[in-house]
């Protein structure tokens, strides 16, 4: 399967300074104000998560642990490493991992699936009839459920599904997260959720664990991606960008719907969680709701 898993050599230098925190501290493994406002800050650059003052045990906790890993015993020395270019690239990315809730499951927020099924994808196909060609992103992906999901969905309601060509990007920050999205096995109870009959046709079961087709597994394809930066992306039919938007503050969430924007086709969908909103961060979609189920469409020429 193509994958850009472990092609990090792009990642930009960190650009925090590091003349405030000292290799001195009452308790060097308890972060003083300065090395949180750094690590904070150093984070936020780095990947857009912004990590406030409710955040500082969480912080702490995360460090302590990445410190100790790396045999570093102050945070002083643990910064050096993760703000050297040449030694700390890895560890800063395992850094990032480290911060983020991979909390997933397949089909999850169960509307927004109707609302593919019902009606996302009976438009797609309309508008699409000629071309055959389907492109969804599915950002901060996790362990790969919410792909496999959109991919089952496709096969399940495109009538002649060979027929189209459908290609699924799914990207995330945690490189173990994307490296079990890969190998597309998951224990039992995380397969409980799919429909019986969607199970058998889309599932080989190995003792307690099920292990995703070959048919599903060949539409998706997971990369590494920093949504602080750029991916090159467009015209995309839909994006799923769920849970996500709740770690950054509001210059980086409107940052990110600029972004989100100029990857979809005109008439393209925004699959959003359901604490997350556009309202007040940008008009440049048009909200629908059906049964529950949300979803926003990118106004174009056909839309307005």
């Known amino acids: 399967m193509n994958t850009a898993i472990g092609a990090l050599s792009g990642m930009p230098a960190p650009s925090v300074s590091r003349t405030a925190i000292k290799d001195y501290t009452v308790d060097p493994m308890i972060l003083t104000d300065d090395e949180f406002r750094l690590f904070s800050q150093l984070i936020y650059d780095e990947s857009g998560i912004s990590l406030k003052e409710a955040k500082r045990d969480?912080?702490?906790?995360?460090?302590?642990?990445?410190?100790?890993?790396?045999?570093?015993?102050?945070?002083?020395?643990?910064?050096?490493?993760?703000?050297?270019?040449?030694?700390?690239?890895?560890?800063?990315?395992?850094?990032?991992?480290?911060?983020?809730?991979?909390?997933?499951?397949?089909?999850?927020?169960?509307?927004?699936?109707?609302?593919?099924?019902?009606?996302?994808?009976?438009?797609?196909?309309?508008?699409?009839?000629?071309?055959?060609?389907?492109?969804?992103?599915?950002?901060?992906?996790?362990?790969?459920?919410?792909?496999?999901?959109?991919?089952?969905s496709l096969l399940q309601h495109l009538e002649l599904p060979n027929a189209w060509d459908i290609r699924i990007v799914a990207s995330d920050i945690s490189l173990k997260a994307l490296e079990r999205a890969q190998e597309g096995l998951y224990h039992e109870f995380e397969v409980d959720v799919v429909k019986p009959r969607?199970?058998?046709?889309?599932?080989?079961?190995?003792?307690?664990?099920?292990?995703?087709?070959?048919?599903?597994?060949?539409?998706?394809?997971?990369?590494?991606?920093?949504?602080?930066?750029?991916?090159?992306?467009?015209?995309?039919?839909?994006?799923?960008?769920?849970?996500?938007?709740?770690?950054?503050?509001?210059?980086?969430?409107?940052?990110?719907?600029?972004?989100?924007?100029?990857?979809?086709?005109?008439?393209?969908?925004?699959?959003l969680g359901h604490t997350e909103s556009l309202q007040g961060l940008s008009d440049k979609f048009q909200f629908i709701y059906r049964n529950k189920g949300a979803v926003y469409q990118k106004r174009g020429p056909e839309i307005d």
């Open 58 to 152: 969480f912080l702490q906790a995360r460090l302590q642990k990445r410190a100790a890993m790396n045999q570093l015993s102050s945070f002083y020395r643990y910064y050096k490493l993760v703000t050297d270019r040449a030694q700390g690239q890895r560890e800063l990315m395992d850094l990032m991992d480290s911060l983020t809730i991979n909390e997933t499951s397949f089909f999850r927020i169960k509307p927004q699936f109707d609302l593919l099924a019902n009606y996302v994808i009976p438009e797609l196909k309309k508008k699409k009839n000629n071309s055959k060609k389907l492109r969804f992103w599915s950002a901060g992906c996790s362990k790969g459920q919410e792909a496999y999901s959109i991919a089952m």
């Open 198 to 271: 969607w199970r058998e046709r889309h599932f080989t079961r190995k003792n307690e664990s099920y292990q995703i087709k070959p048919h599903v597994q060949r539409l998706v394809v997971f990369d590494y991606h920093n949504l602080k930066h750029e991916n090159g992306m467009k015209g995309l039919d839909a994006i799923f960008c769920r849970n996500v938007m709740i770690y950054f503050d509001e210059h980086e969430q409107r940052r990110l719907i600029e972004k989100f924007h100029a990857s979809l086709a005109d008439g393209g969908y925004l699959f």
